[in-house]
């Protein structure tokens, strides 16, 4: 059991300073980070990064954090498939994050029964 803790905490940690550090590049206009979102408000999208892995991080909010960095890397999938250009960029920090929510709450993919018969 404190092993999982572990774990899913230093997951948790090492996503969120990735994605934040991300954002954060984005807002203060990186020139190779924001190379090739001349035509979007890449502060914007770097606050938006920041301020969803924020929720994401806190145990009471990480519902909605999950949610809204799922639609923010979407639409950044979407918009790589546009413009042919490879999804790997998105695609992985998505993936990570599928996996950093499942370790920490497997309801949100099993469903709460699911959840609560396994924890029985």
């Not at 999982?4 to 550090?21: E, G, M, R």
């Not at 090739?36 to 606050?47: A, F, M, Q, R």
């Not at 309801?107 to 709460?112: E, H, K, P, R, V």
Request: with cysteine; aromatic share 10%; charged share 10%.
């Amino acid at each position: 059991m404190k092993t999982n803790k572990i774990v899913n905490i230093s997951l948790t940690s090492v996503i969120t300073a990735v994605i934040f550090t991300s954002g954060l590049m984005k807002f203060i206009h990186l020139p190779w980070s924001v190379a090739g979102l001349e035509h979007y408000n890449p502060s914007i999208l770097g606050l938006m990064e920041m301020a969803f892995i924020i929720l994401f991080a806190i145990p009471k909010t990480m519902r909605m954090g999950f949610i809204l960095l799922c639609c923010y890397f979407g639409g950044a999938i979407a918009t790589e498939l546009a413009r042919d250009a490879p999804i790997l960029n998105p695609a992985i920090p998505l993936v990570l994050i599928w996996i950093v929510a499942f370790l920490r709450d497997k309801s949100l993919f099993l469903g709460a029964a699911n959840s609560q018969k396994n924890a029985v």
